[in-house]
């Protein structure tokens, strides 16, 4: 069975600070993908990473992914207040769109 | 704005009842999914359908059902609603089918379903 794990689940920083949410998963599996979300809100679509050693950045966002080690990180950088939110990374479960999640990383950045 | 619009937005029912989710993907998108996110069980995938067709079925109950019509618009019935259906429900689309890759998924901004 595939398992998402995020870590940290709560993360609390200062502006201008880096730092990185670590997302692992227990199966092999070729799409990862990292998503946003503002409270009650939709889930706004960060990137798609889809073979070892992807890397996208935009703007303070910069995700990897490492098929290897199973493992997908989103790196914040000089962080600033809104970037405020969950931010959810998921892995596709036999590239059919069944995308399984992990529990979300809710950041809260403080002026 | 996703281009994915979800009807309605906030809903209250009783248990028991029965309620009709719908959802209009992004125009030109086939593949049509559906969400819950509830507090204790996160974000769960339900049932997936792509040009009118079933393709994949996820942790979706017994009592919930879904389809999707010619026009590409889907609903999601849930039925004998229990305390613990309540939940966020989102639907999401795709413009093409599961083997392509790089197929950003797009999702509305959910159904609140409050069952009391």
């Known amino acids: 069975e595939l398992k998402v794990e995020q870590n940290p689940l709560f993360l609390s920083m200062q502006e201008g600070k880096n730092y990185t949410i670590y997302c692992n998963y227990s199966?092999?599996?070729?799409?990862l993908y990292w998503y946003r979300q503002d409270p009650g809100k939709s889930l706004e679509s960060l990137f798609v990473?889809?073979?070892n050693g992807a890397v996208k950045q935009e703007g303070r966002l910069m995700a990897s992914l490492d098929t290897k080690a199973r493992l997908s990180t989103l790196h914040i950088t000089a962080a600033v207040h809104d970037l405020s939110a969950t931010y959810f990374c998921?892995?596709?479960?036999?590239?059919?769109?069944?995308?399984?999640w992990g529990a979300g990383t809710k950041l809260i950045i403080k002026p | 704005d996703s281009g994915v619009t979800q009807t309605p937005k906030h809903l209250i029912t009783a248990t028991g009842q029965r309620v009709t989710l719908r959802c209009s993907p992004r125009s030109g998108d086939l593949s049509v999914y559906w969400y819950q996110q509830s507090l204790d069980q996160g974000l769960q995938f339900l049932i997936q359908y792509y040009n009118g067709e079933e393709r994949a079925k996820g942790n979706i109950l017994e009592r919930f059902s879904a389809q999707q019509f010619p026009d590409l618009h889907s609903e999601l019935n849930l039925s004998s609603l229990e305390l613990g259906d309540s939940a966020l429900y989102f639907c999401a689309s795709s413009v093409l089918s599961p083997e392509y890759s790089g197929n950003t998924i797009y999702f509305g901004e959910g159904s609140w379903l409050t069952v009391v």
């Open positions: 990473l889809l073979s």
């Open positions: 199966t092999t599996s070729d799409r």
């Open positions: 998921a892995v596709d479960r036999r590239s059919n769109y069944q995308l399984i």
